[in-house]
């Protein structure tokens, strides 16, 4: 755990200020959340237009009515979410092994035994960022994660703290293939958020997702490929407030690689993902513009 932030003094008042606020038990934090949710849905209408269009597009086949009561309890969970991120100062290691329940960890152990490196493809899905610390926590073996830095200096330090004061491990974007040719004989885990959209000049995949041509990152096959991990998905359910359980579903065992231009580990992240988005919509993160590139 870090002592002191390394951040400008500029910053203290706030940097305590938050982690004053996680000091709060969870049950009083939602209460500020249900006030975050009147006040983003009826007040400011954050993203609103966003979010409704992405639902839209996602189901055609719902009415206005069905769309309008996904983005509403979208926007009730929303919050939730940020207060449980913001408590991830303060929250002890019992407390995580008792709101994350992953519900079939053998099937990581099993790889993890045979002394490999596993890759999870996980998603912006319930709250992401529980699922690391709750790793570090109940597993026996490194529990990493690969993160893009933030431009903001302060929320890069606070997000960095808060990751990590569990016992996880952090690896930069950019720093990613150095790390897995230095640790490649390193039995763990290593879990990447695969959601997420490409630069325009990066992508080198494209599926048709949620009813959209979509583009996906490929750097976890890429990685998959060059050193024999295993893949799987992480499911992310919301059992209640507060609460979550999560299954892993294997991709590729690591054995096998693809023709030359294909990216079958990817493309079955995309069904898995679509799958699990159907049946919860509510549960996924809507507010960005996760279709902004157009399929040439």
Not at 116 to 122: N, Y
Not at 162 to 181: P, Y
Not at 199 to 220: K, S
Not at 276 to 292: D, V
Request: charge should be positive; glycine fraction near 6%.
């Amino acid at each position: 755990m870090k002592k002191s932030p390394n951040i400008p003094t500029l910053y203290y008042p706030l940097w305590w200020l938050l982690k004053g606020l996680s000091l709060l038990p969870l049950p009083v934090l939602y209460l500020l959340a249900d006030f975050l949710f009147v006040l983003v849905y009826y007040v400011i209408g954050y993203r609103k237009k966003v979010v409704l269009q992405n639902l839209r597009n996602s189901f055609p086949e719902k009415s206005e009515q069905e769309i309008q009561g996904i983005a509403k309890a979208f926007y009730r969970q929303f919050p939730d979410l940020i207060v449980e991120i913001l408590k991830l100062a303060s929250m002890n290691e019992a407390e995580m092994r008792r709101r994350i329940v992953f519900s079939n960890q053998e099937v990581l152990d099993d790889f993890v035994q045979q002394g490999k490196t596993v890759i999870t493809m996980g998603s912006h899905s319930g709250n992401w960022e529980w699922i690391l610390s709750a790793g570090a926590v109940q597993f026996s073996f490194p529990a990493e994660g690969v993160y893009k830095r933030l431009t903001n200096e302060f929320f890069e330090e606070f997000m960095l703290y808060l990751r990590s004061r569990l016992g996880a491990r952090l690896i930069e974007m950019k720093d990613t293939m150095r790390d897995f040719v230095r640790n490649r004989r390193t039995p763990r885990v290593v879990a990447m958020l695969s959601d997420q959209t490409p630069p325009y000049g990066e992508i080198q995949f494209w599926t048709t997702f949620l009813n959209q041509d979509t583009p996906f990152f490929v750097g976890a096959e890429k990685l998959a490929h060059a050193f024999g991990c295993p893949v799987l998905f992480l499911d992310v359910q919301r059992v209640k407030r507060g609460y979550y359980r999560l299954t892993f579903e294997v991709l590729s065992d690591g054995s096998t690689k693809p023709e030359e231009g294909a990216f079958p580990i990817t493309e079955a992240f995309a069904r898995k993902l679509e799958t699990a988005i159907r049946r919860n919509p509510a549960n996924y993160l809507w507010t960005h513009k996760r279709w902004k590139h157009r399929r040439p």
